[in-house]
Structure formats: C-alpha cells, structure tokens
C-alpha cells in the first residue's frame, strides 16, 4: 500500500536474487492509500530463496498492510 500525498510504492519479489515480479501503487488523489497485489507459483528447491523488497526511495506502508505468505503444496 503506497503512503499518502502522491507518492510511489515498488515492491518486487525476488528468488536466489533475482526480479521475477513488481508490483506498483501510486497515490494520486492527495490524502488517500492506493493498493496493489500480486500472486506467483515457484517451484522451489531445498535451500532456495524467495522475499520482498522495496526500490531506494519508495513510500510503502508497513505492518499490518503490507504481507506476504507462502504455502506448500
């Protein structure tokens, strides 16, 4: 969820280092949250790695409005 007062949030899910996806919320109305989400199916490996991040300079809100999950299947 971007911050308030027209700003940007990037966040990116990453595996073993790598982009594989982006999400983008811009505030654009003055005083409001925009949200954006995204759903990704890996096949992972013992050991492998996946999280989000953020671009330097990004306006994203935290806990509790921003999560991300992961299951077994």
């Known amino acids: 969820m971007s ?3 027209k700003e ?3 966040a ?3 595996h073993n280092g790598h982009k594989l ?3 983008h919320s ?3 109305s003055g005083g409001y949250h925009e ?3 995204n759903t990704m199916v890996l096949s992972l490996k013992k050991n492998e790695l996946v999280w989000i991040g953020t671009t330097h300079g990004t306006y994203c809100y935290g806990y509790p409005y ?4 992961g299951w077994k299947l």
Request: hydrophobic residues 35%.
């Open 66 to 69: 921003t999560g991300f999950s």
């Open 3 to 5: 911050a308030a007062n």
């Open 35 to 37: 949200v954006a989400s």
């Open 12 to 14: 990116y899910i990453y």
């Open 26 to 28: 811009y505030e654009h």
């Open 21 to 23: 996806m982006m999400s």
């Open 8 to 10: 940007s949030c990037y």
